[in-house]
Nanobody
Framework: QVQLVESGGGLVQAGGSLRLSCAAS????????MGWFRQAPGKEREFVST????????YYADSVKGRFTISRDNAKNTVYLQMNSLKPEDTAVYYC??????????????????WGPGAQVTVSS
């Protein structure tokens, strides 16, 4: 059994930065893909970013490309999402996800087996 817990969310002004962390416990996920998704009020959950098992390959949604950076520390069983130049439209609950089946990057939610409870990110204009 794997548990994921996000931290680092909060309220920030437009143009500001936040860093989300996702710590995994239960067993190591160092050989599996991890990702971030988000869900804004009244909208469906959407893909944000994914990273392969090694940390060498990353992929981003067009809406965050150039502003967000995903990274991982396998020794700490943790994945990060650095969010810069935040916009009000980035306001959402951000979810960390881990796959038990995929090693490479993957942008679809059905490929992920474990999810965190979510962290609220609010960007004021």
């Amino acid at each position: 059994q794997v548990q994921l817990v996000e931290s680092g969310g909060g309220l920030v002004q437009a143009g500001g930065s936040l860093r989300l962390s996702c710590a995994a416990s239960g067993r190591t996920l160092s050989s599996r893909a991890m990702g971030w998704f988000r869900q804004a009020p009244g909208k469906e959950r959407e893909f944000v970013s994914t990273i392969d098992w090694s940390g060498a390959i990353t992929y981003y949604a067009d809406s965050v490309k150039g502003r967000f950076t995903i990274s991982r520390d396998n020794a700490k069983n943790t994945v990060y999402l650095q969010m810069n130049s935040l916009k009000p439209e980035d306001t959402a609950v951000y979810y960390c996800a881990a796959s038990d089946r995929v090693r490479g990057i993957v942008a679809v939610s059905i490929a992920y087996d474990y999810w965190g409870p979510g962290a609220q990110v609010t960007v004021s204009s």
